[in-house]
């Protein structure tokens, strides 16, 4: 089956929705803007695209050249790039283990946003009370029919656009959905940003205060940008390998860190003047988005209105996001396994979908069975955002950097020769990909797990 036409994306435009939309999720909403304010506002912003440009772009351009040299999976593309190593191996692995252990507790979470989609709209879910939005937080997520019930769903959303392909399914759902998830936040940043006494929040964002900078801060905003753009699971890898020899690769990866930076930003203009609006502290995470501002909507004119379009953009970005994970272990599964789609998809709906439910479970039923002190829930959250993306990225970069050729990785940024050969900028990308980003990881690798204690 070697060389029989592979499905790939069809346009610019759809491979850039596409990238955007596997960025764009639940990190930016939930955590950047709490982020931002909390580490000094433009000053942490300044730092952060620092980071994005000298650490994450190398990172990723690494992982388009592996996906687009190998035109293969994950785990083929290293089968490929590096015939007869198994060590290099691990990279593949690595990969599509995380993609299935990340999606596991992401459509748990998927699952919340649908239910509170509905619930946007049902009498007396919207109040202004902070205990009693908890409360219901606490128990929906506990319980352990209706959340399994949404996740299953959530999933099985994901499952029907990956397995009608990637043109016809990813591609096409991008294209609609990611236009209007930008639409959708900009509506309601012009509401929140027109709220009496939304300048306070627009301090908080934008205020500069370098004093606030701490060295852990920049901890923060390194492991931010690394999740935020997808790094360090093979996404990247797959979905480059769907990406035509005459697309521009440095391109892709700078309008992929430009979009779901502006959208991070945009989700803080949204947010932030409105819950300061309200006199409420912001909090990060699942707090953020199910008690806090549920309890800001309630206060709003038109308060259901606005909680389901805040629900709708959460769960298309995090649909989007999570179709990229699918696709991962998905495109294991066809191209090593020789399944057809159809099949690869139903096999790992179901098997994502049995883990899932352990991971909604253990926030209520099972919350008693732990491993190293972690619910399964928070095990899984853990494990792949603190040592698998690490150490996925980590191996990305030494094999780019350290194994494959000079000059295949020359051929790739600039196309053969199709682009002008820029020497200076290649030295500079090779340094970043041997050097920068090996080193700057394995420190925000080692300080994760507790090995060392940077500062
Ligand atoms: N980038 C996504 C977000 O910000 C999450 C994600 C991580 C998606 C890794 C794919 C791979 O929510």
């Known amino acids: 089956m070697t060389n029989s036409k592979r499905d790939g994306f069809g346009s610019r435009f759809g491979v850039l929705v596409a990238v955007a939309g596997s960025a764009i999720g639940l990190g930016n909403l939930w955590r950047f803007p709490y982020l931002v304010g909390n580490n000094g506002g433009a000053a942490f912003i300044f730092v952060y695209v620092l980071i994005v440009i000298f650490l994450c772009l190398p990172i990723m351009l690494s992982e388009f050249i592996i996906g687009r040299r190998s035109q293969a999976n994950a785990i083929g593309a290293i089968k490929k790039l590096a015939p007869k190593s198994h060590g290099w191996l691990s990279i593949g692995i690595i990969s599509v283990a995380a ?78 959905l990611m236009p209007g998830l930008f639409i959708l936040i900009i509506i309601l940043a012009i509401r929140s940003l027109t709220l009496p006494g939304a300048s306070e929040g627009i301090n908080f964002l934008f205020n500069p205060d370098f004093s606030k900078l701490s060295p852990e801060s920049l901890l923060a905003a390194l492991g931010q940008a690394f999740f935020s ?42 947010i932030m003047p409105a819950v300061f609006a309200f006199g409420i502290s912001p909090g990060e995470g699942p707090g953020l988005v199910f008690i806090t501002l549920p309890q800001i909507f309630a206060q709003m004119p038109f308060g259901n209105i606005i909680s389901f379009i805040f629900f709708t953009i959460l769960l ?140």
């Open 229 to 270: 753009l997808s790094l360090g699971m093979g996404c990247i890898i797959t979905y480059g390998s769907y990406v035509e020899k005459k697309e521009n690769l440095m391109n892709i990866s700078i309008i992929t860190a430009a979009a779901d930076t502006s959208f991070a930003i945009l989700a803080g203009v949204a």
């Open 99 to 176: 993609a299935f252990f990340i999606l596991c507790f992401y459509s748990v979470v998927g699952g919340w946003t649908l239910e509170y989609m509905v619930k946007s709209f049902s009498p007396g879910f919207l109040v202004n009370d902070n205990s009693m939005l908890s409360t219901f937080f606490q128990s929906f997520t506990s319980s352990p029919v209706l959340p399994a019930i949404m996740m299953i769903l959530y999933l099985a959303l994901n499952a029907l656009i990956v397995s009608s392909g990637v043109k016809n399914g990813i591609e096409k759902y991008s294209k609609i």
């Open 316 to 455: 298309v970005a995090a649909l989007t996001s999570s179709i990229s994970m699918l696709e991962v272990v998905v495109a294991y599964f066809v191209e090593e396994l020789k399944m057809s789609r159809k099949v690869a998809t139903i096999i790992s709906f179901s098997v994502i979908a049995v883990f899932g439910l352990l991971c909604s479970l253990s926030l209520g039923t099972l919350k008693e069975f732990t491993i190293f002190g972690k619910n399964i829930f928070d095990f899984f959250d853990y494990t792949t955002s603190n040592i698998m993306l690490p150490i996925g990225g980590l191996l990305i970069v030494i094999f780019v950097g350290w194994k494959m050729r000079k000059s295949d990785i020359q051929d790739e940024l600039f196309n053969g020769g199709a682009l002008h050969f820029r020497r200076r900028l290649f030295f500079w990308i090779i340094v970043g990909i041997k050097f920068l980003a090996p080193i700057a990881i394995t420190l925000v690798l080692l300080n994760g797990i507790g090995l060392i204690k940077l500062f």
